[in-house]
T-cell receptor, first 113, second 115 residues
Framework: QQPVQSPQAVILREGEDAVINCSSS?????VHWYRQKHGEAPVFLMI?????EQKGHEKISASFNEKKQQSSLYLTASQLSYSGTYFC??????????????FGTGTRLQVTL | ETGVTQSPTHLIKTRGQQVTLRCSSQ?????VSWYQQALGQGPQFIFQ???????GRGNFPPRFSGLQFPNYSSELNVNALELDDSALYLC??????????????FGAGSRLTVL
């Protein structure tokens, strides 16, 4: 089942902060966050694993609540370049090979001057 | 290092036809996954190839098939095209490690329109 993201869309002024949430009905092994600009490839932002390991970019942080099966992406001091659609992708299992992600429907973020 | 490249970038087909999409993995990556992204939706997992064999499949019919070659490049084939197959097809490569938590590197996709 597809994870649910909220909000569906958000408009920020440059410098403001935003939080994007991702909620799953399944127990999760990992949560991946991607940003996609129109007509471009999704770009990796962050991966969070069951047990607390994280990998990602410096200016973006995220949390993963394993018990609640939820993850949140925190965007601080937003820049115009942060505009795009953010997707969370979830994987319920550690299969020993690359994750087979189930993506949410996305959160459209627009940063204005 | 080169990223993931896909071809063609755009193509138009008619119902019932067959299509082949191609993907070159990022250098050093040994696993390739294919996703279908309908307009305004998140990507949906089609299947994954590791060591030239299918290693997991999403909820897609058998007319969606694939190949992975010894150089880790890949093809996605779709037979008997339907109107609902119109979408952006994304290829993602990764390096499988023991932990299984791998960053997927996506290509820009092939946009297929079925008329």
């Amino acid at each position: 089942q597809q994870p649910v993201q909220s909000p569906q869309a958000v408009i920020l002024r440059e410098g403001e902060d935003a939080v994007i949430n991702c909620s799953s009905s399944k127990a999760l092994y990992s949560v991946h966050w991607y940003r996609q600009k129109h007509g471009e490839a999704p770009v990796f932002l962050m991966i969070l694993l069951k047990g607390g390991e994280q990998k990602g970019h410096e200016k973006i942080s995220a949390s993963f609540n394993e018990k609640k099966q939820q993850s949140s992406l925190y965007l601080t001091a937003s820049q115009l370049s942060y505009s795009g659609t953010y997707f969370c992708g979830t994987d319920a299992y550690n299969t020993g090979t690359a994750s087979k992600l189930t993506f949410g429907t996305g959160t459209r973020l627009q940063v204005t001057l | 290092e080169t990223g993931v490249t896909q071809s063609p970038t755009h193509l138009i087909k008619t119902r019932g036809q067959q299509v082949t999409l191609r993907c070159s993995s990022q250098s050093g990556h040994n696993t390739v996954s294919w996703y279908q992204q309908a307009l305004g939706q998140g990507p949906q997992f089609i299947f994954q190839y590791y060591r030239e064999e299918e290693n997991g499949r999403g909820n897609f019919p058998p007319r969606f098939s694939g190949l992975q070659f010894p150089n880790y490049s890949s093809e996605l084939n779709v037979n008997a095209l339907e109107l609902d197959d119109s979408a952006l097809y994304l290829c993602a490569s990764s390096l499988t490690r023991i932990s299984g938590a791998n960053v997927l590197t996506f290509g820009a996709g092939s946009r297929l329109t079925v008329l």
